[in-house]
């Protein structure tokens, strides 16, 4: 259905500091940097980009909008979550299950340093 998602950040190397570090524990990396901008995949598919703006959308905590990341395995979620975190993130849920949400739903949530929430998720048992 989505293709890939653009989002406007406000310093690109904040930017690419934070997400080469949040999205290696979940098998993607930056696959196009240009001036101002950064395209994020994997096997040459580019899902998320990254492109410095004038007027960045301001972070709504109450808005709802969030960007959830497949994860191969729970080890990558807490990965994520560290990495994240180490890399500018602010904490917005430690990893962990979520069984309100399914049985196996295994999910961490982060804040960018833009104020987008971003969620590491993994549906697999172990």
């Not at 989505?2 to 080469?20: C, L, N, P, R």
């Not at 580019?46 to 410095?52: A, M, S, Y």
């Not at 500018?88 to 961490?108: H, M, Q, S, V, W």
Request: glycine share 10%.
């Amino acid at each position: 259905m989505i293709d890939h998602i653009s989002i406007g950040v406000s310093d690109i190397a904040k930017t690419k500091e934070f997400y080469h570090s949040a999205l290696k524990p979940l098998g993607y990396s930056c696959l196009s940097e240009g001036e101002g901008s950064l395209g994020y995949g994997k096997d040459e598919t580019i899902q998320l980009w990254t492109n410095v703006a004038k007027k960045p959308v301001k972070a709504d905590m109450d808005s709802g909008l969030h960007f959830c990341f497949a994860a191969p395995t729970r080890k990558s979620v807490d990965a994520f979550y560290k990495a994240a975190v180490a890399a500018g993130g602010r904490d917005n849920g430690k990893p962990g299950l979520r069984e309100d949400y399914g049985p196996n739903y295994y999910a961490a949530y982060v804040i960018d340093p833009d104020g987008y929430r971003l969620e590491a998720y993994c549906s697999k048992a172990s």
